[in-house]
């Protein structure tokens, strides 16, 4: 019961974000650069629920995304299934106790993203790629993504612990060995 | 009796001399006499001061206590009042905004007056930074169908990729993923314009012909050729040519006439 409250608070959230994001983020980019904050909510739910979750909630984000801009469908959901899966295993070998892993992953997640996406797209749609470009946008969303992992951090922590705890009762403390 | 006689006579000559004084000052000119007026008002005027201003204080009051109610009342009027003026002001504020649409759509429309065209405006755009695309408020309702061109006031925006009812998703030529033929319009040959990540929004120009002059300047427009833009649509000018060491492989830069991030006002051309 309380996992399914949990996941439909998930699904609220994204909505927020979205409507965060189309507001406020696409007014105010680091030189033109939007952050990506549904990047850090699959990475969130990745932490600290389980892999099957982390992966359906990648894949509804994803269809979500490209339904509404996408030229294809389909492909932000691969990527943002694969970042879910990427979370669970981060979760599964490192500590989510220490602020610059979380910052790590964060930064982690938005490249393999990113970069995915780039290229499937290209290989798809036929992109000339221009990586000089693409490395340029990828580092300030980079940046702008842990800025906001960095300010929201205290939230993730309190909020990820108590998620963590109706998914994984029995193994929290022997997970690690 | 002598007493009385003398008092007759002293009351006489005082009378005269005062007579004769009145006389003689009554006929001095006042000017002459500033040096008493001055003494005169040295020693009223401390006291007559106090009195005038005790008097204008109580006055004042009076007039404050006995006007209070009118200026509450007057307040009230020109809050009133100035309620209506701003709501004026918001309408008249709505009236030109919209004015200022119809007559970007006139223009449009115009300018584009062979097409047949159906008005519409920007809803929402791509939150991703390595796509363009935008949503218009406009969808299969209003007769949009998918592979319609997208022109603004300057030229070529894109085409609809798909649509719901209401919306429309449409490719914007500078998406990385959109590809237009175009021809150039002094020498008519044609080349490619591909979308970019670029974020000074710019298209890539290709496949160009290795006989081709390309000028700095020149204006590119649709071939027709590809089924999906109609030919002779404005995109924008040439401006970078970028050389390589092989001529095969050379580019240019086009601008396009339309700025992106200011695009509010489009025409679908209904096919």
Redesign the interface.
Known sequence: MKKISVSIIFLIFIFILYFIQVGVFSNFGLFGVMPNLFIILVLYIGLFTNSVNAICFGIIIGIFLDLLYGNTVGLSAVMFCIVGYIASYFDKNFSKENKVTILLMSIGATIIYEFGFYSLNGLILGYDFEWFKFIRIILFEIIYNSLITIILYPFIQKSGYKIDRIYKKNNILTRYF | MNRSKQTEVLGGIITTIILILLVFLSNVEIGKLTFFESIANTIVSPIQNMFISLKNKVGGHNEYFSNIDDLIIENNELKEKNRELEEKVRELEIIKADNETMQAYMNLSQKYAEYKTIPAYVI????????N?I?INVGSDDGVGVKMTVIADKGLVGHV?SVTKNTA?V?VII???S?VSCSISTTEQSLIC?G????NQVL?A?MIPTGAELIQGDSVSTSGIGGIYRKGIYIGNIKEIITTSNIIDRYAIVEPAVDFSKLNNVLVIAE
């Not at chain 2, 929402?124 to 796509?131: H, Q, R, T, Y």
């Open positions: 929402n755009k791509d939150i991703s930074n390595l796509s695309n949503v990729i998703k490719q998406d990385p993923a590809t591909k970019t990540i670029d974020n890539r290709s």
